[in-house]
């Protein structure tokens, strides 16, 4: 069957598509599109595997190129901290109410461990909480689409650090912030998006140290400990904020 999208009712939010009568469904995309959803068509086929076609109107301008290019160091204390070719920096804090979501999301979890197991009341428990998770999850992923898009809204050129996951993995607090800050999908968005309007998305190399090297002269200053939120460069005197020095040296490999 074929509906309009009257009143905004389809959607997608996430991995999951909103249909008039039926609600949320999980769904793969096939093309990432942006535009106005007009209507959508649903078919079966014989495997009874289900089909949502949606018809996209799509702006008609085409998109003029940005004016800036910026350097993006994903952090823990900010989610993200970065800076353009006019020398603006940003520190994009982690959403905070997405942070106390979450932690009464691990408090709920660990409240369900505590119930019988199949029981009815666990169950119950279950359900509730799978659906406190998909919403934090799809909060987040709206808190990583529009800072995405506006980056590339305003760069032409954007480079982001791509993290050592091995090194970073080993430490589990360390782990744990990585997870929730969904950085892996926050680059993926930019990858599309980039793609889509035209932009030039630069991940810099993992082994690129870009909080080793002073932004200022270029020295190698060396390994820099993860409480280490500011030092001074010895071969010039430069003093640097750790994140903002990191997103210059990213903002330098965009030439
Ligand atoms: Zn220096």
Not at 77 to 91: I, Q, S
Not at 211 to 216: E, G, M
Request: net charge positive; aromatic share 6%.
């Amino acid at each position: 069957y074929t509906t309009n999208n009257q009143h905004g009712t389809i959607r997608i939010e996430g991995d999951r598509v909103r249909l008039p009568k039926v609600g949320f469904i999980r769904f793969t995309q096939h093309r990432i599109f942006d535009g106005e959803i007009r209507s959508a068509t649903v078919a079966m086929t014989k495997t009874g595997k289900f089909f949502v076609s949606l018809l996209v109107e799509q702006p008609d301008e085409p998109w003029v190129p940005a004016e800036h290019k910026i350097g993006i160091d994903l952090g823990l204390g900010h989610f993200a901290v970065m800076t353009n070719d006019a020398l603006v920096t940003e520190k994009v804090p982690n959403p905070r109410n997405l942070r106390e979501a979450e932690e009464r999301l691990r408090r709920a979890q660990r409240a369900l461990s505590r119930k019988k197991p199949g029981s009815r009341n666990r169950e119950k428990a279950r359900l509730v909480l799978a659906k406190k998770h998909e919403r934090v999850k799809n909060r987040r992923h709206d808190f990583l689409h529009k800072l995405s898009r506006r980056i590339v809204d305003e760069n032409q050129v954007v480079v982001v650090e791509t993290l050592k996951p091995r090194e970073m993995m080993q430490d589990r607090r360390l782990a744990k912030s990585i997870g929730d800050a969904g950085w892996g999908e926050f680059v993926r968005q930019l990858e599309y998006k980039a793609r889509f309007y035209g932009r030039t998305l630069i991940k810099a190399d993992p082994w690129f140290a870009s909080t080793q090297v002073c932004s200022s002269c270029g020295e190698n200053g060396g390994k820099k400990g993860l409480d280490v939120r500011e030092w001074t460069c010895d071969a010039c005197g430069a003093h640097h904020d750790r994140d903002v020095n990191a997103s210059l040296n990213l903002l330098g490999l965009a030439d």
